[in-house]
C-alpha cells in the first residue's frame, strides 16, 4: 500500500503539490493521472525519497521510503529511465544495482529475462533505444521483487509491442497482489490498465475514483447517439417522452434518459429510418477533460471536452 498523506510540496513560490492525500491499494493497478504540471513526478519523486515534503508524508508499506529497511525490495521504481550511466551494459548496471541492495546475482538474470533484455545485456546503454532504455528501467524496477511500484509514465517511447507488454505487466504485478501507482497524462491508456484513477490538476487532487465512477459523475453515463433521416421528427418524439435530446448535426442526436432500444422503437413509430444507433460511453476522457478544465493553463479547441464512442470502462484489459 501506498499511502499519500497531505502532502505538500513547494519550490520557492510554486506549489507543485498542494495537500494531497490518497492511497494506492494492494493488488490493485492506481493510475495517477493529471496534465503537465500537475505535480505527479513531485508526489512520485517524494514517494522515493528523492525530494523531501515541505509538509505531509508518502507512506509504502507503513514507512517513510528513508525508513525503509530494504527499500528496493519494497518499492520498485522508474522515474526517469534515463538515469543510467550510459557507458555501463544493461547487465552491470542491474549487477551493481543488485550489490548495493543485497539482492542476489542470478535475480539479475531473472528480471532481464522478464523484461526481455537478455540478447542485449551485454550492450552499452547508450546504444540503448528509448524503448530498451524504458524496459531496463523497468527492470531495475522488478529487481528486488518489491511489494509496490511506482512507475512515471512507462509507456512514453514505446513502441506498440512494448506497450502491450508494460499493460500486461501491470496487471500481473497487481494480479500478484502487488500495489501498482502508474502514471500517465493519458487517459485512454490508463482506462485499459487501471483498476482506480487518482486525477490532480495544479497539485490538488481532482478525483479518486474507479472508471465507472468518473463516467458516471460527468454525466457521461446513459447517452445514446443516434443517426437518423428525420432528426427534427425524432427530437421532437423524444422530448415528449422526456428525454434530454442535443442535435449535434449532420442527423445525429445524443439523448438522455431513455434507452436504446427505445429510441429504436420511437424512430420506428414516428417512420424515421434509423442509420446508426449506440451506446455512447467514450465519456472517459470527456469526464478526464471536464475535471482538468480549470487546471490547464490553455487548452486548444482542439483539444476540447467532445464525444465519441470508446470502449466501455472497466470492460476489456
Ligand atoms: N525542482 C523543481 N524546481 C522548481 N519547480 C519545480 C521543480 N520540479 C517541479 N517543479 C514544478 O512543479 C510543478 C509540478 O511538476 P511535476 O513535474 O511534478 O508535474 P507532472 O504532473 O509530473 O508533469 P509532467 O506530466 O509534465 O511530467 C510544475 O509547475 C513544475 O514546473
Given amino acids: 500500500m501506498i ?97 548495493t541492495h543485497g539482492i542476489p546475482r542470478a535475480r539479475v538474470d531473472e528480471v532481464l529475462g522478464l523484461t526481455g533484455l ?26 528486488g521483487d518489491p511489494a509496490a511500484l511506482v512507475l512515471d509514465e512507462p509507456v512514453n517511447g514505446l513502441d506498440a509491442d512494448g506497450v502491450l507488454w508494460v499493460r500486461g505487466l501491470v496487471r500481473r504485478m497487481a494480479a500478484e497482489g502487488r500495489t501498482v501507482l502508474l502514471s500517465s497524462h493519458l487517459m485512454h491508456e490508463l482506462a485499459l490498465v487501471a483498476d482506480r484513477v487518482v486525477v490532480i490538476g495544479r497539485g490538488r487532487l481532482l478525483a479518486d475514483a474507479t472508471l465507472e ?28 417522452r422526456g428525454a434530454v435530446v442535443d442535435d449535434a448535426g449532420g442527423g445525429v442526436l445524443h439523448v438522455r434518459g431513455v434507452p436504446g432500444d427505445e429510441v429504436g422503437a420511437v424512430a420506428a413509430r414516428s417512420g424515421v429510418v434509423v442509420l446508426e444507433l449506440a451506446g455512447e460511453v467514450g465519456s472517459l476522457e470527456q469526464a478526464y477533460l471536464a475535471l482538468t478544465d480549470d487546471a490547464v493553463p490553455h487548452r486548444s479547441g482542439a483539444d476540447g471536452v467532445r464525444g465519441g464512442q470508446q470502449r466501455v470502462p472497466g470492460g476489456a484489459r
Avoid at 537478455?118 to 529487481?143: K, N, P
Wanted: proline share 4%; hydrophobic share 40%; with cysteine.
Fill in 118 to 143: 537478455e540478447s542485449v545485456a551485454g550492450r552499452r546503454v547508450r546504444t540503448f533505444s528509448l524503448g530498451m532504455g524504458q524496459r531496463l528501467g523497468i527492470a531495475a524496477a522488478l529487481l
Fill in 213 to 240: 465512477e468518473l463516467v458516471e459523475r460527468s454525466g457521461g453515463a446513459g447517452v445514446v447517439r443516434v443517426r437518423t433521416s428525420g432528426p427534427d421528427v425524432l427530437a421532437a418524439a423524444l422530448r415528449g
Fill in 3 to 99: 499511502e499519500v498523506q497531505a502532502l505538500t510540496k513547494r519550490y520557492g513560490t510554486t506549489t507543485a503539490v498542494d495537500d494531497l492525500s490518497f492511497t494506492a491499494r494492494a493488488g490493485e493497478v492506481t493510475g495517477f493521472l493529471g496534465p503537465n504540471g500537475a505535480g505527479k513526478s513531485t508526489t512520485m519523486r517524494v514517494a522515493v525519497g528523492l525530494e523531501r515534503p515541505t509538509a505531509g508524508a508518502v507512506l509504502v508499506g507503513g514507512c517513510r521510503y528513508a525508513e525503509l529497511p530494504a527499500p528496493l525490495r519494497t518499492l520498485g521504481t522508474m522515474l526517469d529511465a534515463r538515469s543510467v550511466h550510459p557507458g555501463l551494459t544493461a547487465r552491470r548496471h542491474l549487477r551493481a544495482l543488485a550489490r
